[in-house]
């Protein structure tokens, strides 16, 4: 199965990812924006662009979980990692980290001065180590997710920083602009 988003809307879509055919759409929130899984097959998490959380959903029954409130406004990317959900925070220009397991927020780091409007969120494979793709400022964050702060930024050529998936060895990070 697939969820898809339904960014100008407030549901999301459960799709058949052999048929393509839509099995259902379920509310989510006002504008969710992006969604990731727990890779165990149990849980969705998507974010939900028009406000402050991340709405969990059972993979299996699409039944509504928890949600986790986060520090920030407009949580727009989102990553799972490692028991951690990152995502970036557009309206405000900040990067959540929330424990997946209990929905509870962790810390919020403010990107700025440097980051402006990111997009997208990712984790390496042990979490300890966060990216935000900022698209008004060209540039990518690199935060530490063990102490909870941002590291630096590093220009992107080109403009509008997006995606930011680090690679599966964790060495590096791949940009699309």
């Known amino acids: 199965k697939a969820l898809s988003t339904n960014w100008f809307d407030n549901t999301v879509s459960r799709i058949d990812a052999g048929t393509k055919a839509v099995l259902g759409e379920y509310i989510a929130g006002a504008s969710p924006a992006h969604v990731t899984s727990d890779y165990a097959g149990a849980n969705w998490y998507a974010t939900i662009e028009g406000s402050n959380y991340i709405q969990a ?3 299996t029954t699409m039944a509504r979980g928890a949600t986790a409130t986060i520090g920030g406004y407009g949580p727009h990317g989102i990553w799972y990692a490692n028991g951690k959900l990152v995502t970036t925070n557009s309206m405000d220009s900040t990067f959540s ?32 180590l966060g990216a935000a793709g900022n698209c008004l400022s060209a540039n990518v964050s690199i935060i530490d997710l063990v102490n909870n702060v941002k590291i630096r930024d590093i220009p992107v050529p080109g403009s509008c920083a997006v995606q930011v998936p680090f690679t599966p060895d964790n060495q590096y990070i791949v940009a699309a602009n």
């Open 97 to 128: 980290i929330v424990n997946a397991s209990q929905m509870t927020h962790l810390a919020t780091i403010d990107l700025k001065p440097g980051g402006n409007y990111p997009l997208g969120a990712s984790a390496n494979s042990t979490a300890t």
């Open 57 to 59: 959903f059972k993979q």
